[in-house]
């Protein structure tokens, strides 16, 4: 997922997006301890994506803050 991509998301889309991402890694460790998962690789590339969705979350309350 590309951060031009996420950065069209509001709040509340990016809140889901990371449950949604956090709901993917938990699968994707399960697969992994019972050896079933098929790309390891994956689980990098959620983990980056979580950490794409916070730092725009953080962002966003920054900019709420300095605004205030």
Do not use: W, Y
């Not at 990098?44 to 920054?62: P, S």
């Amino acid at each position: 997922m590309k951060m031009k991509e996420l950065r069209g998301l509001s709040a509340s889309e990016l809140d889901n997006k990371l449950i949604s991402l956090k709901k993917d890694l938990f699968n994707l460790r399960l697969q992994h301890a019972t050896n079933k998962l098929e790309n390891p690789i994956r689980i990098v590339d959620v983990r980056r994506d979580i950490a794409r969705v916070k730092t725009l979350l953080r962002e966003g309350q920054l900019k709420e803050a300095v605004g205030k």
